[in-house]
């Protein structure tokens, strides 16, 4: 038995020509390429509030924190990590909030990634 190839995917979306709202469309509807459009908000969080404020409510969403990018990694921390590589207080402040929207044991594994011991002390870069 010969197993068939996987459907081509479709084109990739121009994510740094979409504006915020296009971006969080493209996450929300589980877009094959939802997790560019992630990185492409955490990239502007720290110029764009906007930006910042889309990844903090899509990180509190069930669809990203069930979004495991390997492992127990989920979509939801590379929203986080991304409002704290942006080191504004808004995004900070943001960050710390949707961290403690996190369950309680993927705060606990996401400190462990981030190697600290409490959220305020992570500062990774993008």
């Known amino acids: ?10 084109p990739e979306p121009p994510v740094r020509d979409m504006t915020v709202g296009e971006l969080r469309a493209l996450v929300e509807r589980r877009d094959v390429y939802r997790a560019k459009a992630v990185f492409e908000l955490a990239a502007r969080a720290a110029a764009d509030d906007g930006a910042a404020n889309a990844l903090a409510a899509l990180s509190r969403s069930e669809l990203l924190q069930n979004d495991r990018l390997h492992g127990y990694v989920s979509l939801a ?4 990590t991304g409002l704290l590589a942006a080191e504004t207080p808004h995004a900070r402040d943001t960050a710390y909030a949707a961290f403690a929207d996190l369950p309680p044991g993927d705060r606990e594994q996401f400190l462990t990634y981030l190697r ?3 959220i305020e002390d992570a500062h990774p870069r993008l």
């Not at 038995?1 to 479709?10: N, Q, V």
């Not at 921390?77 to 986080?80: V, Y």
Request: aromatic letters at 6%.
């Open 1 to 10: 038995m010969t197993i068939p190839p996987p459907p081509a995917l479709p």
């Open 116 to 118: 600290v011991e409490a």
């Open 77 to 80: 921390w590379a929203a986080i």
